[in-house]
């Protein structure tokens, strides 16, 4: 290894709340930084020890920055390795993936400019990644470890271990959440250091609300025919949405609630049937988060639509309404002259309005998102259809015993399976996400 040696200065026992450690500081010969070894058990001439080798980072180990992954990788590899009651540590001074700490700040400034980490590294005239793993090797020799289950997503470490010799029999993935703040930062490990993370898998994390990093990593367009279609309910633990149809049951906690407005904000207009209305006179709006208030839509074929209805009082936007072709004139006249706007759309065989007509209106109309919560037969006959492209569905821990959202399943031509899963637990509730692919179902 070109010479370099490592010497072992000190150690010292070092309880922690994963465990009690013994944290070894390391002088090299090669360079005037203090790297470290963080050990538990004995791991002297044991084959196949779990260690995470990992490089220092400031802003997220001691300061616990959202902007990368690193500090919960470390914590996470803390718990892993006290879980087994053996394993090592190497923490390597290399900040910034080698860059150092200043450089560091400004990729920062540049990545809020719109760059990504990798770019930003290039324009300031480093590597994508400098980082050695020369030290690291040294230090688990000197430990007397030779072969190991390396704690890592990146296929660059394990090459660069095996190369300096150490024997890696096995990687072990290192999984931590996906927030607002380091979702592109995620992406681009994968997407340009070959790093080995299912994005569309990992735990998203409950108090960012991350449906925007859900939007960053799993983003999907809409179609020149129609919007992107999302179905959001709430149902309990058997499946069902309310005690009876027309009958409102409160179910959501406040932290999915939250959730859901803030799925709102995410989407240009959000659509309910009239039974909906009917049965909760909601406003759909966004109230428990910050956002953009989305247009509201409703079915109402025979524009049932009462003239007292709280939507006709939505803060920002003229709610639209859609009816039939046959719909009495009268009562658009009256509805219009309380504030909504009528779309006529075509109905049928069955004589509902027409799903397909209606998207393609409603994207003409500027609406690329849309967001359908219900009722019953909404949501049955959007998936009846094979309009649906993203199903997000709160579950409380509660039995009802009621009306459940998709009704004669047998109506489906096909029954999807949903692919992108995620899943987060917001209070007591279970948000469960996924994405269908209708050519796979």
Known sequence: ??????????????????GTFSLCLYHNSYENKEHLALVMGDVDGQDDVLVRVHSECFTGDV????????????????ELIAAEGQGVIVYLRQEGRGIGLLDKLRAYNLQDKGYDTVDANLLLGHQADARDYTIAALILRDLGIHSMRLLTNNPLKIESLQALGLVVHERVPLYTEVTNENAAYLATKVAKMRHMLNLDLLPI?????????????????????????????????????????????????????????????????????????????????????????PQPIILDSQLRLPLQAGILQHPTHTPWIVASETAVQERQTALEAAGARILRVPTNANG????????????????????????????????????????????????????????????????PRLHHVRYQRLDDDLVFMGDIDWGAA
């Open 205 to 293: 994390h409950q108090s960012g609300l991350s449906v925007d990093a859900i939007a960053t990593v799993n983003g999907r367009s809409p179609t020149p025919q129609r919007p992107f279609v999302t179905i959001s309910y709430a149902q309990s633990l058997d499946g069902s949405i309310t005690s009876r149809r027309g009958q409102p049951t409160a179910l959501s906690s406040h932290d999915s609630m939250a959730f859901t407005h803030k799925l709102r904000a995410t989407h240009d207009a959000i659509l309910v049937g009239i039974g909906t209305v009917l049965a909760d006179d909601p406003l759909l709006t966004v109230r428990l988060v910050e956002g953009k208030h």
């Open 352 to 415: 509902q309005i027409d799903l397909t007509s209606l998207l393609a209106r409603l994207r003409l109309e500027g609406v690329n998102t849309l967001m359908v919560e219900g009722g019953a037969r909404v949501i049955t006959n959007f998936l009846a259809q094979q309009l649906v492209d993203r199903v997000v569905v709160t579950i409380a821990p509660v039995l009802v015993g009621g009306l459940h959202a998709v009704e004669t399943p047998h109506s489906l031509p096909k029954l």
């Open 63 to 78: 300061l616990g920055s959202h902007r990368c992954d690193c500090g919960p990788q470390l914590e996470r590899a803390m």
């Open 1 to 18: 290894m070109n010479g370099i040696t490592v010497q072992k200065m000190a150690c010292a026992r070092l309880p922690t709340a994963m």
